[in-house]
């Protein structure tokens, strides 16, 4: 829907103003006095470039593939419509190992054992990418139990009581192992599509370690979690040396030293005190090329008007440690709940004004969670939005399709 009170970047607040017709006076955040940075490139992608989320893209392909299909229809479309909003790459899945996906779409099935169906599901989704112009940043593994995580790694191991999370993963010897030569078997993967090395794919933009790594259980300060990351992200430089390389995390802190510490003590959310990670540390990691931050506020308990502004210093304060580090930023994940207290309408403001504090940050790239194909249901995530067929941008059941052009456009 228009925004024809859509106001100038001159404070970070919320407004009131009426939008639309007969609609009532409601909310609209404006994301701005973010201050302003130099722009920042990930690889040769313009500054402000627009990423989707689609995590699903291996699993879609690879039942696909077992069907005996010749194309991926939900992966076509997915790239296709991303292609026409105007992104330039893709945020999804290079790893699968759910037991419960078994003989489904996981890809290890057991250690360092694969299915080769699955694995041609993911041969398809980079050569596929390719051919679309859209570039890809992969996930090598979870943190979370989603697809296999590593809790699954620890099972794996045979130790016992593993749980979601769980911190043996960044520690065990044995663990630890069997990741990185996991890494290298995917990286050395000749794709049986096009015929080109993971590792030399021109279609990967990144890898990232690990979907959301916190460090829960390990040290306060995030040093031992520092380390596996030096140590993993090492053996990924060594099988795909033209390739960037970024953690995945959500950009927390053990303390807030460094950030607006009296405005996160009084919206109340405690992710600037989490023991075990610090953005800051990982960043400055010379195995690392690019900061990495996610941002959900109502899953932190963020609501009401601080959530303009959190969102907003979440951004500019994660990009200025990036930009004194050297690094460009990527906002890998940004997400709203559909079904939350905000309505669309606040929803589309929120996110306007994030990109636009994006853009003006010179952050290199930024993503909502997560977009998807026309037949996968609202019900199977809680920010989905779509850019439905025969449906204009703007058609309110699109949600934010408007906005991701309108974002990418901008891009410089």
Known sequence: MPFPCRTSAVALAWVLCACGEGEPVMLEAVAADCGSGPAQHLDRLPSGSMVLNAYFLQEEAARDVRRGLAESPALEEVLAKA????????????????????????????????????????????????????????????????YGGARRYVEWAGLPR???????????????????????????????????????????????LLNEPRGRGLDKEGVRLRAWI?????????????????TGEEGFEPSPEGYDAPFWAAVGTTMLRTPGSSFARNTASPFIDFASVHFYPEAWGLDGPGTAVAGAK????????????????????????NEGDLDLSQRRALYRGWLECMREQGVGAGALWMFANDARPDAWDAHTFYFRDGTA????????????????????
């Open 314 to 337: 979440w951004i500019t304060e994660h990009a200025e440690i990036a930009r004194g580090l050297g690094k460009p930023l990527l906002v890998g994940e940004l997400g709203l709940r």
């Open 393 to 412: 941008p703007e058609d309110p059941v699109n949600r934010y399709a408007d906005l991701i052009i309108e974002a990418a456009a901008a891009a410089r």
């Open 83 to 146: 292609s026409a909003l105007g992104v330039r790459a893709l945020r999804t899945n290079g790893h699968n190992d759910a037991a419960e996906k078994v003989g489904d779409s996981a890809i290890q099935v057991a250690p360092l054992q694969y299915d080769e169906v699955a694995l041609v599901g993911l041969d398809r989704v980079l050569a596929r990418a390719r051919a679309h112009g859209v570039r890809l940043v992969l996930t090598l593994g979870n943190y979370w139990d989603a």
């Open 162 to 208: 593993p749980v979601e999370g769980d911190s043996r993963f960044f520690t065990e010897p044995a663990v630890v192992a069997h990741y990185k030569a996991h890494v290298a078997e995917l990286l050395n993967r000749v794709n049986t599509v096009d015929g080109i090395r993971y590792g030399d794919h021109p279609a990967v933009l990144a890898w990232e």
């Open 230 to 246: 030096d140590d993993v992200a090492r053996e990924v430089k060594a099988h795909a040396p033209g390739h960037w390389v970024g």
